[in-house]
């Protein structure tokens, strides 16, 4: 008989080509996971951006360029003062010996109005301004703006009776009614020695309350790099002087309506007005 050929031995089951089948089935089942994990990475990083986002951007407002708070609406004020070099705008102009600012700066008191005679003045210039109006109103007024003077003189180191109320002095009511005239877009920064030349101090008394009854329409010191913002809150006092060193601004109001008054001193006697009174 012919002796017979025999082959390779044949290799069992449990080889390494059933080991690398197996292998290549698990790679294979792994692919999805992994897919399906790095798309779970993917989109945990986007909603982690997104979250740093809306809080940064919620800390710093409608204005991305707003980098300090000076005052907040939650704030109860005794009083804060910031000192900053004086511009060269009032070299323009006739000066007071005691009165033109040579201390230059801006401040900002919750103690000076309350809040009920904020509400008060409110009342008479809200969404139907008064035609009619007694002494007590004008007192009221009057009452006000002698805090403010004295607010002023003190913090600026001045004497009261060096200082004269003048124009304009106005009520201002701003809602997020688009503008219809240059003259609405009270948004944009100016100077308010440029704007008024008698103005050498300037004051906003507050009548509403920001977040509360308005959003947006913070007032803004423009400084490079290290803006400073104050929120409204009714009763609020916030002065400075006119020159270029307080560069400001008003944010748009982007709800609900911002109440305010504008009041002015002048170093100036033939500048001056005088208080309204009852005719």
């Not at 008024?196 to 329409?217: A, K, R, V």
Request: glycine share 8%; hydrophobic share 35%; with cysteine.
């Amino acid at each position: 008989m012919a002796p017979q050929r025999r082959g390779p031995p044949r290799v069992p089951e449990g080889s390494s080509a059933a080991e690398r089948r197996r292998a290549n089935s698990a790679k294979k089942d792994r692919l999805p996971q992994e897919s399906q994990r790095t798309w779970l990475r993917t989109v945990a990083l986007g909603v982690g951006l997104a979250l740093i986002t809306f809080l940064l951007w919620s800390s710093l407002g409608t204005s991305d360029d707003v980098a300090e708070v000076l005052a907040r609406r939650g704030e109860v004020l005794e009083g804060r003062f910031i000192e900053v070099p004086c511009s060269e705008d009032y070299d323009g102009h006739r000066r007071f010996e005691g009165c033109t600012p040579r201390k230059c700066g801006r401040g900002v008191t919750d103690m000076v109005i309350t809040r009920e005679e904020a509400e008060q003045i409110r009342r008479y210039f809200g969404d139907k301004v008064q035609n009619i109006f007694s002494e007590e109103d004008f007192q009221l007024y009057r009452d006000v703006r002698q805090k403010v003077q004295l607010t002023i003189a003190k913090a600026f180191g001045i004497r009261a009776s060096l200082l004269y109320l003048t124009k304009p002095t106005f009520f201002s009511r701003i809602n997020s009614t688009e503008a219809q005239t240059a003259h609405d877009e009270y948004w944009h920064a100016h100077v308010d020695k440029v704007t008024y030349g008698s103005f050498d101090y300037t004051s906003l008394l507050y009548l509403s309350d920001y977040s509360e009854d308005f959003g947006g329409g913070r007032f803004v010191f423009m400084e490079e790099g290290s803006n400073k913002t104050v929120e409204p809150r009714a009763g609020r006092v916030s002065f400075f002087t006119s020159g270029s060193e307080n560069l400001h601004r008003v944010e748009k109001v982007l709800w609900g309506t911002r109440y305010a008054i504008t009041i002015a001193f002048t170093c100036n006697p033939d500048h001056g007005i005088e208080d309204p009174v009852l005719t």
